[in-house]
């Protein structure tokens, strides 16, 4: 099994930047393909983004294209989501989660989940 553990939330003002990282333990994260996922109050899960095993396909929801990037190294067992022009509709708690089915962005999927970190993002 693959223990999941994000960093990197925070307040940040809308228009700024974070990135999140997810750092894994117990397996090597290159057995898995990863996402992101972001859960708003009052709102379902959903997905943001995802990244092949060896990092090489990307690909992402649309309100996350042009504005945030996923990436992975998998020699320090850790993925993260750089995300820029921030704004308050991007305010929710981010999960990274791992899957061995690459190229998903549906929920069931993904087997292994971090305990998510909170975004809040100030008009």
């Known amino acids: 099994q693959v223990q999941l553990v994000e960093s990197g939330g925070g307040l940040v003002s809308a228009g700024g930047s974070l990135r999140l990282s997810c750092a894994a333990s117990?397996?090597?994260?290159?057995?898995?393909?990863m996402g992101w996922f972001r859960q708003a109050p009052g709102k379902e899960r959903e997905f943001v983004a995802g990244i092949s095993r060896s990092g090489g396909s990307t690909y992402y929801a649309d309100s996350a294209k042009g504005r945030f990037a996923i990436s992975r190294d998998n020699a320090k067992n850790t993925v993260y989501l750089q995300m820029n022009s921030l704004n308050p509709e991007d305010t929710a708690d981010y999960y990274c989660?791992?899957?061995?089915?690459?190229?998903?962005?549906?929920?069931?999927?993904?087997?292994?989940w971090g305990q998510g970190i909170q975004v809040t993002v100030s008009s």
């Open positions: 989660a791992a899957t061995v089915l690459s190229g998903s962005t549906s929920l069931s999927v993904y087997g292994y």
């Open positions: 117990g397996r090597s994260l290159s057995t898995y393909a």
